[in-house]
């Protein structure tokens, strides 16, 4: 804030004194915040009259868009009005109307000036010739032609502009640019997006670390490139994103891969589905060998786990076929696996390894032999409970430590003693 040793009194005077002999256009509007472009004139200074050709008297009571014409940049207007509506200061350059007719390139600064409850009373605005000898039309056809060239691209461009707090530190990003392809990624108009803040319109790319990294293009200069599911105001879409520095900025390019993705996701479903099946007895729904072997792989990594492995196989199941049909012995393996793991646990693990063979590897706490041999023996039971007539089971059990020994050898173990207790069975049957 400025300071002065004169009194109030001369200090004013001498303030409108420099203001009516400065060479700058001087013109003070009331504010109209809920439309900042209706603001009126309420003071011109004499300069404003060299500048426009309008007389001080001629534009009070009238808002600023008399002096605007067909080569004025609407996006520049918005743009201006934004920062007025936010109470923020402005800078732009606009293409305005002379009362001739004439068009001049004209540079435009606004600040607002509030209460002490910080309402906004009234603008001011200082303007000057910004002392170019441009051709406008040929400018304005210059920048159709380049916006035509991004609107027929395939990939959505859009132009950031740092918003600086302060310190000078990025605190946000204010779209400048925004291409049709972009416009529609986003579900927007391009008129929506111009000028407006990227953190207030897109806050999710401050949760996937998207402002931070276009903080860092901007500060480093160092470009960024990413691929990311962006699923927040509403969209849902895979993008891949670049990056790149530019003036006061970053240059963004978007494109959406959402379909590749898409494809992608569903052959990876896909896969994991027919590696699922290759594993999966289709039909008891039991894991089949390669189910046991991925099951035994994962346990490997298991500290002091203990089981008791039991290997079950039914008698006269080759019988049941020949004489009653496929059906029948269809129908007897699904009972066994349903009966089978209607009694197991989270914790335990059934699969059809062959025909009429299925393996159960029961959890227990430790190595006790008493206690497998029971859990085999109710689990037996259970089958034998479970089969048609004239079908029975037998089974062989061994301790399976998983830290100490070979599944295999162990199942091998277990598969004797199955067919051990098949002799037995068929012996005492004579």
């Known amino acids: 804030m400025s300071k002065s040793l004169l009194p109030g009194n001369e200090l004013a005077v001498l303030l409108q004194r420099a203001v009516e002999d400065t060479t700058d256009a001087v013109l003070i509007l009331r504010s109209e915040r809920q439309d900042p472009s209706g603001s009126k004139i309420v003071y011109a200074n004499p300069a404003v009259e060299h500048l426009t050709g309008y007389t001080p008297e001629e534009v009070l009571g009238r808002d600023t868009s008399f002096l605007q014409g067909p080569l004025t940049d609407p996006q520049e207007c918005r743009r201006l009005y934004t920062a007025m509506e936010r109470g923020e200061k402005v800078k732009v350059r606009l293409a305005n109307y002379r009362k001739d007719g004439s068009s001049h390139l004209v540079e435009i600064h606004v600040s607002p000036v509030t209460e002490d409850g910080g309402e906004i009373t009234h ?39 740092s918003v600086r707090d302060g310190s000078g530190q990025i605190k946000d990003f204010e779209f400048h640019l925004v291409n049709d392809r972009m ?4 579900g ?23 402002f931070d990294a276009y903080r860092r293009v901007a500060e480093t200069g160092e470009p960024f490139y990413t691929e990311v599911l962006y699923q927040h ?15 006061e900025g970053v240059l963004v390019t978007l494109t959406d891969i959402s379909e590749l993705k898409h494809r992608e996701r569903s052959l990876r479903t896909e896969s994991r589905l027919a590696r699922e099946a290759s594993r999966r007895d289709s039909l008891t729904g039991l894991a089949n060998r390669a189910g ?3 099951w035994f792989d994962q346990l490997r990594e298991a500290d002091d786990a203990c089981y008791a492995l039991v290997f079950i196989d039914l008698d ?11 059906e029948a012995g269809d129908r007897a393996l699904k009972q066994v696996a349903q009966t089978i793991a209607g009694q197991i646990r989270a914790e335990d693990f059934v699969a059809r390894v ?24 109710r689990l037996l039971k259970g089958v034998r409970a479970a089969l048609p007539e004239g079908v029975g089971a037998s089974g062989g059990v061994r ?11 162990i199942l091998a173990q277990a598969d004797q003693a199955m067919y051990e207790s098949k002799r037995r069975r068929q012996a005492n049957a004579r």
């Open 292 to 294: 046991l072997e991925q």
């Open 233 to 247: 105001e509403g969209l849902d879409i895979d993008f891949r994103i670049s990056a790149v520095p530019i003036t």
């Open 399 to 409: 301790l399976w430590d998983t830290s100490r020994y070979d599944v295999w050898e």
């Open 316 to 326: 006269q199941f080759k019988q049941l076929n020949d004489e009653q049909g496929h």
């Open 188 to 210: 927007r108009s391009p008129e929506t997006l111009v000028y407006r803040r990227m953190l207030e319109e897109f806050p999710g790319t401050a949760e996937e670390g998207l």
């Open 354 to 377: 062959g025909g009429d063979e299925f393996v159960v590897a029961l959890h227990i706490g430790s190595p006790d032999e008493a206690l497998s041999e029971k859990l085999s023996k």
């Open 183 to 186: 416009a529609r990624i986003l």
């Open 123 to 161: 603008y001011i605005s200082i303007q000057r010739e910004a002392g170019l000898d441009v051709d406008y039309r040929e400018l304005r056809e210059s920048n159709k032609l380049f916006k035509a060239i991004l609107d027929t691209t395939m990939n959505g461009v859009v132009v950031f502009h």
